[in-house]
Structure formats: structure tokens, C-alpha cells
């Protein structure tokens, strides 16, 4: 009997079955609810899953208290996820067919399973539509270990380029296809900063360096994608002893966020389009010092931190990320510091480093009220602090002070003990004629425990390496040691646990750029374009160079490639 002859189809428990087939009745009622029970228990783990990938997300977002987080957060795991679910959801799609097909009488069974899969496939990319527009309209996956990124000075803060295919050793510097060089307007000292296939970059121009650059330069082939250029707030004379754009940026999947010594803060697409700017010297006064400013910025949360101590009114400045608006603001002790704050993680929640010429010290990120700190240090004002495990290394510079200002083009315009020439301040903040000059033995590379409160200057130095010290660079870790390098192109090397010295060697050349650890290999990036691979497994030191014309000053990690930063333009070195 058809369908179209009969009242209520008459349909047993003996007749159900699972398939559709055009010699029998179709399925009534029992067979309609037989078959969605059954379906519904396939879909069961499916939709369970699915609420629990909400949950967790929005649970993030409340301990972050950012509402978009959840929306990234349930975005990255639904996209992974999404070729399993469409399988999943495949039953649901077919369950909701069967009453269509009892409803127009439809016979053909392939006609629905591919129907089913067709409005599967439909959902499926409005699914993906609503979840795109949920994070924001996001311009990348936000699955950032898919993307090509160094975000930051020293990448996230610690010089790990944690990446698959980046060389340590190349033959005598040539132009095969992996390779650019290319040249920049102005002057910079910053590293690169990468996202996806962009690297950004920034410089300065002008006789008083009134002329601010961001780049974007195309990860392939080195093409300038879009050039920004933007005025100078305070004015300084261009010279070789003063900081030449020397703050590194800082990016994200959204934004990237640079910082001048002119006191300019500006955040950027991606596009670059400006979504804000400001001046932390038009709102609190001008930086003093003979020799610039050159600390980057540093990201903790949804916070844009910026160290500003110079010979003034000093202070740390936490800035809404996305708005650009002053979050808090908390005062520092007038000391020189060109070193970059660091950021960790407390039993609180995160914090942020700052090592300045005589003292370091802890704030919490939420609201800058100070954790701890460690005073009465000399030389610590140029190489940034890296945080270990439980410790925090502090480089310190040789000399008086020590690395008195930040790297210049070239190394006859050093001064030695008195940067100034005036004899006015040194780097510990005091007046230079205040204390005699200290010993090699009474100053070194130290280690901080974390975890304590207040001053712990007696209570938490791990150790203090004595003739150890650095230059420029900041130091670095791998495994249970730590490096130093001075600026005269000497490494050491040093138990992370103990301090105690276990070599030291000779590089090729004076070194100001900060090492990179990669795998087994610390790589040494010398001024004069000189590179050495520091085998930890071999013990032993493998050399390479660049075709470098200027002084190197930075380096960044991208992919499989180095994009080296030289005074006056990039180079990239890839992969084999």
C-alpha cells in the first residue's frame, strides 16, 4: 500500500528498520521515535562536548574578565573541532529530514542524505560566520601557534625562539630565494616584531629625530606592504651617544603598539590604520638624560606596561591595550634605566620586573602596588632581567656603572667610566664623585628568588656571580645554565642553580644584540655581522656570517627564518 492510498500508516516494531526503502511503508510513529532515540544517543557526546568547550570558555572569561576572550577561546577550539562535529551533526540533520519526508512523500533516500548533508554543510558556515564575527572580526586564526610570531623584544620575554627549521650555520652570505636585504628610511635600534606573514619594524629620521617610521615589510619576499610616519613630541639632536629608535614594539593578533623615545605611544592595525595615540611626555613631563630612552613596552594581560625611568620623575604606566587609556600609574625612584621590564606569574596572578640602575623591583599588574625588591645594585641598567623557573637573572655591566648607555653605531664614540662627561650622575643615580668606583669583585651577575614581599634584599639574592658581567645584551637561558655577554664579544657561562662560572670564550666580535636560544643551539648575533652557534649538546661553537654593512642590534625569530635588524635595514636569513 502507497502512502497516497491510506489514512495513518499501520507500521510494527517486527517492520522498523533502519534503512529507507521504496518497497515498503515508510516509518510511522514508532519507528520515528525508535530512530531518534537512537541518533540522539550518537549525538549525545557531540552536544556534551560542545557545551563543555562554552563552559570552559567563558569561565576564562571570567577569571580574565574580558568578555571577547570567550568568544577567541570557543572560536579556537570549535574550529578545531569543526570537521568532527559536521560528522556528528550529519544524524541530527538526517533525523530532522524524516519528518520532512513523511510530510512531502518523498521515496528517494539518497535525495535526503544528500539533502541532509547539503543543509549540514549550510549550517555549518553560518556557524563559522557567527563565530567570526563573535571574536571580533579577527583578521588571523587566533591559534597563534599556527602564525608566525615574535611579538615582542626577546620574543615573549625570555629569547626562546621555540620553533622547528631555523638555521644555525649557513655558507658564506649569498641571495638564494630564502634571503632579503633590504634598507629602511632612518635610523633604528629596535628589533623586529612579527605576526603572520608581516614583520613590523620602526625607526627615526630628522636632525632631532622629529620624524617617527612604522613599517610593515612582507615576511616573503621584503616588500614594504604600508609605511606610517608620524611626528616627534619632544625633539632631540640626532648623535651617536644618544638612543636612535631604540624601544621595540610589541604585537598581537590585533594591534601592534610602538613606543618612541620621544614619548610617542601609537597602536595600529595590522592594516596599519591608527586605532590610538598619545603621549606619556605631553601628559607628565619630558625624559632628562644625556642618553635617550630605550626600554619596550611589554603586554600582560590586556595591559600595555611602559617603564619610563630616566633622571626625572619616573614612574611605570599600565595602558588599556585596546582603548589606549591610562589603567594605573605608579612612581619609581629617579634612576637611569634603558634595560625592559619583564613579566611573570606570582600566586596572585601576573606581574611585571623592572631592573634599574641600583635596584630591582616587583609590581603587581592589576593595580602596580609593588611586590618586592632588592636594592643597593650597581650596573644593572642596561640588560634586561629574564625570568627562569623560580629565579629572575639580573644582568650586570663591567665598569662603573656599567653600560652607560644604550648601543651607538659605532664603538670609537664610546666614553668609558663617565658616560656624561660631566661627572653629574652615574647609573646608580648618585653623584659621580659621591663613592669610589667599585672593584670587579664587588659587582656580577645575580639571581633573584621569586616569591617574597618587600625588601628582600637580604633574603632572596640566590646567588651573585662575581666577575661576571654583561654589556647590551641581555642574558639567556637554556637548561640549568645561564649566558652573559659583554659588549666586547666575550660569552659566559654559568650554573643557573649556583652562579658558579663554568666557561667562558671569545666571540668572533664585539656583541650588542641579545642572544637566542633555539633547540640546542645559544645563538650570538656580533655587531659587525659575525654569527656563532653555541652547540650545548657538542660543546662547541659553530660560526657563519651576514652581509651586514651597519651595526646589528637586533634579532627576531620567524618561522624558519632570522630577520636580522641592522641600523638601516633587515636582513632575513632562512632555512635550508
Not at 462 to 483: E, F, L, N, Q
Not at 515 to 544: L, Q
Request: with cysteine.
Amino acid at each position: 500500500m502507497s502512502l497516497r492510498g491510506s489514512g495513518a500508516p499501520r507500521v510494527t516494531a517486527g517492520r522498523c528498520r533502519a534503512g529507507f526503502g521504496n518497497r515498503r511503508q515508510p516509518p510511522g510513529k514508532l519507528y520515528l521515535h525508535s530512530y531518534c532515540n537512537s541518533k540522539l544517543a550518537r549525538l549525545q557526546p557531540g552536544l556534551l562536548s560542545i557545551v563543555r568547550i562554552f563552559i570552559v570558555a567563558f569561565r576564562s572569561a571570567k577569571e580574565r574578565q574580558n568578555a571577547t576572550f570567550a568568544a577567541r577561546k570557543a572560536t579556537l577550539i570549535c574550529r578545531k573541532v569543526l570537521r568532527g562535529a559536521m560528522v556528528v551533526a550529519s544524524p541530527a540533520f538526517r533525523f530532522c529530514i524524516v519528518p520532512l519526508r513523511v510530510s512531502v512523500m518523498t521515496p528517494n533516500r539518497h535525495m535526503s542524505h544528500h539533502l541532509g548533508w547539503l543543509i549540514c554543510a549550510c549550517l555549518a558556515v553560518l556557524v563559522g560566520v557567527f563565530l567570526s564575527g563573535a571574536s571580533g572580526a579577527e583578521r588571523q586564526d587566533v591559534d597563534e601557534r599556527n602564525v608566525k610570531a615574535w611579538p615582542a623584544f626577546r620574543g615573549s620575554g625570555d629569547g626562546q625562539a621555540e620553533v622547528a627549521g631555523l638555521p644555525h650555520r649557513w655558507d658564506s652570505p649569498g641571495r638564494p630565494t630564502n634571503r632579503w636585504t633590504i634598507r629602511l628610511p632612518g635610523y633604528g635600534q629596535s628589533s623586529p616584531v612579527a605576526w603572520d606573514h608581516r614583520v613590523f619594524v620602526t625607526a627615526v629620521s630628522g636632525a632631532e629625530k622629529e620624524h617617527l617610521h612604522v613599517l610593515a615589510i612582507d615576511f616573503e619576499d621584503g616588500s614594504t606592504l604600508w609605511q606610517r610616519d608620524f611626528d616627534a613630541t619632544q625633539r632631540i639632536p640626532d648623535r651617536d651617544t644618544v638612543s636612535r629608535g631604540a624601544p621595540t614594539p610589541v604585537v598581537d593578533a590585533e594591534r601592534l603598539y610602538c613606543v618612541f623615545e620621544s614619548g610617542d605611544v601609537v597602536a595600529l592595525t595590522h592594516d596599519g590604520q591608527t586605532v590610538w595615540e598619545r603621549s606619556f611626555v605631553a601628559e607628565y613631563g619630558e625624559l632628562q638624560g644625556s642618553h635617550g630612552y630605550a626600554s619596550s613596552p611589554v603586554r600582560v594581560g590586556e595591559l600595555l606596561i611602559i617603564q619610563v625611568v630616566h633622571s626625572g620623575p619616573s614612574y611605570l604606566l599600565a595602558i588599556d591595550a585596546a582603548t589606549g587609556q591610562t589603567e594605573w600609574k605608579v612612581d619609581h625612584p629617579s634612576q637611569t634605566g634603558w634595560s625592559s621590564p619583564v613579566a611573570f606569574a606570582h600566586e596572585d596572578g601576573m606581574g611585571v620586573i623592572v631592573s634599574t640602575a641600583g635596584s630591582v623591583r616587583a609590581f603587581d599588574a592589576r593595580d602596580g602596588k609593588p611586590l618586592w625588591w632588592v636594592a643597593g645594585l650597581q650596573g644593572n641598567s642596561t640588560a634586561s632581567p629574564i625570568v627562569a623557573g623560580d629565579l629572575v637573572v639580573i644582568g650586570v655591566s663591567e665598569g662603573r656603572g656599567g653600560g652607560r648607555r644604550p648601543p651607538t653605531r659605532d664603538a670609537s664614540s664610546e666614553t668609558s667610566s663617565d658616560a656624561n662627561g660631566d661627572g653629574a650622575r652615574d647609573d646608580s643615580g648618585d653623584s659621580a664623585t659621591s663613592s669610589p668606583a667599585p672593584s670587579a669583585t664587588e659587582i656580577g651577575c645575580l639571581a633573584i628568588r621569586l616569591g617574597g614581599r618587600g625588601d628582600v634584599s637580604e633574603t632572596h639574592i640566590a646567588w651573585r656571580a662575581k666577575r661576571v658581567t654583561c654589556g647590551y645584551a641581555s642574558p639567556v637561558v637554556v637548561g640549568d645554565a645561564a649566558y652573559f655577554v659583554k659588549k666586547t664579544g666575550v660569552v659566559q657561562c654559568v650554573g643557573l642553580a649556583d652562579g658558579e662560572t663554568r666557561w667562558q670564550q671569545r666571540l668572533p666580535g664585539e656583541t650588542w644584540a641579545s642572544p637566542i636560544a633555539t633547540g640546542p643551539y645559544v645563538m650570538f648575533f656580533s655587531k659587525g655581522g659575525s654569527v656563532a652557534a653555541w652547540d650545548t649538546t657538542a660543546a662547541e661553537m659553530i660560526e657563519s656570517s651576514l652581509s651586514a654593512t651597519d651595526v646589528v642590534y637586533g634579532v627576531a625569530a620567524v618561522g624558519d627564518s632570522w630577520i636580522i635588524r641592522t641600523g638601516r635595514g633587515l636582513i632575513r636569513i632562512g632555512g635550508s
